[in-house]
Structures are given as C-alpha cells and as structure tokens.
C-alpha cells in the first residue's frame, strides 16, 4: 500500500518567514496530493490540494508544488503569521480496484514566533 | 462546514469492554472513513465504506469492525478494548470523484481505555 513519509515533524519560523513541508510517497498511482491543517483541539481541514496533472498550485500565501518524477510533493508558506501555527498533515490518495482513500504523513507541527 | 457529527465527544471505559461510536452526516456523501490519530503516527485509516453495507480495511483494522446499514451512519466497534486503541478517533466523509477527495472531518472522539 501508499506509504507517506512528511519532513520536519516540527518546525519553528519567526513571524514573516516563510515555511517549507516536504512529503514523499511509493505508490506511482497516487494522483490527488491534499494538505490539510489541524489547530489545537480541532478537526483536521483541508487548506489546499494538487493533482498529479499540475506541477505547482497556489492559494494566496499558501503553495504546493509536486514532483512526480522524484514522488515528492511540499507545502510553502510565505510571509507566516501566528494564526498559521497548527500541524500540517499531506497526504497521498490510493486508488484500488475503485475504492478510494487517503494516505496520511505523520505531520509537522509548525510554530511561528511573533 | 459539512454536516457530520460524531457520538460521543469523549468516553471513558474499561479494558475488555465493547465500544461503539457512532458517525453520523447530512450530506448523502457516498464514502465515510475512520480514522485514529495518535501522536507521531498522523492520521491513520481503520476502515472506511464506499456504499452501503460496502467496506474495506484500512492499515490499522485489528480489533476494530464497522458496519454501515444506511448511508447516514457508520459505526466503528471495538470487540474488546484495549489500552493501546485510547486515541482521538475521527471520522471523515467525501462525496467521490477522481480519488478521495476533499476529506470533510467531524469533531473527534477521545476515547480512554484504562
């Protein structure tokens, strides 16, 4: 099956700098790469997702950006503000036989400093 | 927010006990999932369902069944808690397409097993 490997599993930024997660995956079949973010306390909710027919994807200040080639995909997040500290989880979907779930990474636990 | 609620919110029982929580949408969304998050180990997928009385196992489905009568509810049993199932259990639904897709999560389960 999928196995999603996630780098760092915590990472501290001064408020204003940018921040990178990186994620890989095995399964070349994997197509759909979602990050979702998770606050204290709360449910996990999805920020931003690619597919594997785009190399790179953006949302305001929030990036993702994927290599099929090297099977790794990675979050950027530029110009970062308190409200962004949360864990960050990437995930990788498995498609089987028409049954469809996600893969999750272990997460990133990211702290920005005021 | 989709409409998804679990019960309970927290549970507290004892070793050898069944356990069954429930997970409960609005949605008519065609795939449900548990999940299990523990710390260092990210979200982790238990079962999930792809229809009505339709299911499949996930990586962690030792000592965990499901069941899956309507497409509204799905439930998650533990035959005979452990200490090693006390976890944060969320439940996760998604209407289909391409992959999973757009995983929509309820509020979580904290479930203590002494």
């Not at chain 1, 606050?39 to 953006?58: A, C, F, H, M, T």
């Not at chain 1, 110009?79 to 999750?104: H, I, K, M, N, W």
């Not at chain 2, 997928?45 to 489905?61: A, F, N, Q």
């Amino acid at each position: 099956g999928e196995n999603v490997e996630q780098h760092p599993s915590t990472l501290s930024v001064q408020e204003g700098d940018s921040a990178v997660i990186k994620c890989t995956y095995s399964d070349s079949a994997s197509n759909y790469f979602p990050w979702y973010k998770q606050e204290l306390g709360k449910r996990p909710q999805l920020i931003i997702d690619i597919r594997s027919n785009v190399g790179e994807k953006k949302d305001q200040r929030i990036a993702v950006t994927l290599n099929k080639t090297a099977k790794h995909f990675s979050l950027h997040i530029t110009e970062t503000q308190p409200e962004d500290s949360a864990v960050y989880f990437c995930a990788a979907s498995t498609v089987s036989t028409g049954r469809r779930a996600l893969t999750f990474g272990s997460g990133t636990r990211l702290q920005v400093q005021p | 927010d989709a409409g998804i609620t679990q019960s309970p919110r927290h549970k507290v029982t004892e070793t050898g006990t069944p356990v069954t929580l429930r997970c409960h949408q609005t949605e008519n969304h065609r795939y449900m999932y548990w999940y299990r998050q523990d710390p260092g180990h990210g979200l982790r997928l238990i079962h999930y369902s792809y229809g009505v009385k339709d299911t499949d196992k996930g990586e962690v489905s030792d000592g965990y069944s499901v069941s899956r009568s309507k497409t509204e509810d799905f439930l998650l049993t533990l035959e005979s808690a452990t200490s090693s199932q006390t976890s944060v259990y969320f439940c996760a639904i998604s209407d289909g397409g391409a992959g999973a897709e757009k995983l929509f999560f309820g509020s979580g389960t904290q479930l203590s097993v002494l």
